[in-house]
């Protein structure tokens, strides 16, 4: 009984508005996929989620795909001055960066995609166990998984990944990029889907958030409005089909 509420806990993204939208948050031990165009905010709001973590005390793991982790902290600190080296150095947030030499990832094209994604799940187990973070943010998970040709395989893959995710103490969350046409399978495999994009509202160009599932719960049914500002993101309880002011 307790290890059935401790799994029915919810996760408060610290994100505003957003843990509205999820009807509290995510549940402990799950995998949350945030999937939308290149430029829609899926690298903003994961950095969030962990940003945020960090500021209460909980440990994140920050795993990179496609862009170097320096990339993402100088990204950060020039958008919203969030200083992700000052977090390294206190040890509430680590970087896997798949540049890394030391990973022995950095050969990404030379290696066939099963062992790319062999290593890949060895290297996560690992760092969970050394690092036990509380939360796990994986940017551009497409990034390992576009080079395999067969769904099944891909689909495989894709729920081996999120088990290994699910069994750790952690609250993951996962951004997928719509460029390869892979997203519905990582989708498929997720307990949440939540959608960024982009729409038309007279003149302008208003970003879109919207929950497309979240298992074991309810969500509320709406189109928001995704803000990104100097403070960050914040979702705000409006429509962006609707022209204001
Ligand atoms: N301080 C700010 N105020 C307003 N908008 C900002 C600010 N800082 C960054 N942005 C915007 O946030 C967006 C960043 O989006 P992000 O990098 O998260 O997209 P993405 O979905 O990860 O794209 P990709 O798939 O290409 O990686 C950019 O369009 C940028 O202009
Ligand atoms: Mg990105």
């Known amino acids: 009984m307790v290890e059935t509420d401790n799994l029915l806990k ?38 969030q989620f962990i940003y945020q973590a960090a500021q209460n005390g909980e440990k994140a793991l920050c795993i ?30 680590s ?33 969970i166990e050394e690092y036990q973070p509380d939360r796990i943010f994986i940017d551009a998970v497409e990034a390992l998984l576009l080079a395999i ?25 996962v951004s997928v990029g719509t ?5 519905s399978v990582v989708e498929y495999g997720a307990d949440s889907v939540t959608r960024l994009g982009r729409v038309v509202s007279g003149n302008n160009l208003q970003r879109s958030i919207y929950v497309a ?10 189109i928001r409005v995704l803000n990104i500002s100097d403070s960050g993101i914040r979702v705000l309880d409006q429509s962006p089909y609707i022209t204001t002011g």
Not at 213 to 222: A, D, F, M, Q
């Open 179 to 183: 460029t390869f046409e892979i997203e």
């Open 95 to 127: 970087f896997i960066d798949i540049a890394d030499p030391e990973l022995r990832l950095q050969k990404t094209i030379d290696m066939a995609p099963m062992e790319l994604i062999k290593s890949f799940k060895k290297l996560i187990t690992h760092k």
């Open 10 to 47: 919810r996760v408060n993204t610290g994100i505003y508005g957003y843990d509205e939208m999820l009807n509290g948050g995510f549940f402990k031990q799950t995998v949350n996929v945030i999937s939308g165009e290149s430029g829609t905010g899926k690298t903003v709001l994961g950095s």
């Open 64 to 93: 990179m795909t496609t862009e170097s982790a320096n990339s993402l902290k100088k990204e950060m600190y020039s958008s919203f001055k969030w200083d992700f080296w000052e977090l390294e150095q206190k040890g509430m947030v």
């Open 149 to 173: 040709e067969s769904p099944y395989k891909l689909k495989t893959l894709v729920d081996d990944l999120f088990s290994i995710l699910r069994i750790s103490d952690v609250t993951t969350m």
């Open 213 to 222: 599932k979240l298992r074991g719960s309810g969500t509320i049914n709406e």
